[in-house]
């Protein structure tokens, strides 16, 4: 056990829907990292926060956004969804915003039919 | 740009035999840290080992090791005395550490099965 937690581990939604990924950090990580798990694109880093503020981007989608709240949980918001969306999410948290050490929690498994 | 290869979509080993992945990476950074994570059936991502592109020595974490071949770009893990719980896939990624960010660029992964 890592000590990330992630809810809710599986979701079916059907193309057009929002969803809302939740990640809780490891105690004392104050950084939390999401990245998207699929079969075409394999593992992908989208966004990264550090103690609130938004640390790094990567390949995100306008319809996806993200937050950190002052508890340090994390949300990622999925709108819009499309088939191609369907992936594993990963939410990793690391004490420092270099994560030389980053922690990956269970994954929530985002299915879009 | 940055990029991490992983040839190897799968590996077979023989249990208790010594197994070599093999990772190649491209930056123009100076300053990198190469990670390799297990990922197994149940799905969750398990950091193995971590080597710093300054580091002298090449890491060993237990059963794990990382061969770093700096002119070469190359980190391969090697993981010996196979275990059927080794039996999983193995992701190689790096971070860039200019960038200041813990950013993660991974590789396709590699399918190890261990036979008994």
């Known amino acids: 056990d890592s000590g990330v937690t992630q809810t809710p581990k599986h979701l079916i939604t059907a193309t057009g829907q929002r969803v809302t990924l939740r990640c809780s950090p490891r105690s004392g990580d104050l950084s939390v990292y999401w990245y998207q798990q699929s079969l075409d694109q394999g593992l992908q880093f989208l966004i990264q926060y550090y103690n609130g503020e938004e640390r790094a981007k990567g390949n995100i989608l306008e319809r996806f956004s993200a937050q950190q709240f002052p508890d340090l949980h994390s949300e990622l918001n999925l709108s819009s969804l499309e088939l191609g969306d369907s992936a594993l999410y990963f939410c990793a948290s690391s004490v420092e915003p270099s994560g030389n050490e980053q922690f990956f929690g269970p994954g929530t498994r985002l299915t879009v039919l | 740009a940055q990029k991490i290869t992983q040839t190897q979509p799968g590996m077979f080993v023989q249990e208790k035999e010594a197994v070599t992945l093999d990772c190649t990476y491209d930056t123009s950074d100076p300053s990198y840290g190469l990670f390799w994570y297990k990922q197994p059936s149940s799905g969750e991502m398990i950091f193995l080992i971590y080597q710093g592109s300054y580091d002298q020595q090449n890491a060993t974490e237990g059963r794990y090791s990382l061969n770093f071949q700096k002119a070469r770009k190359s980190a391969n893990l090697v993981i010996s005395a196979s275990q059927l719980g080794d039996s999983a896939m193995y992701f190689c990624?790096?971070?860039?550490?200019?960038?200041?960010?813990?950013?993660?660029?991974f590789g396709q992964g590699t399918t190890l099965q261990v036979k008994p």
């Open positions: 990624a790096m971070r860039e550490k200019t960038s200041n960010t813990g950013k993660l660029i």
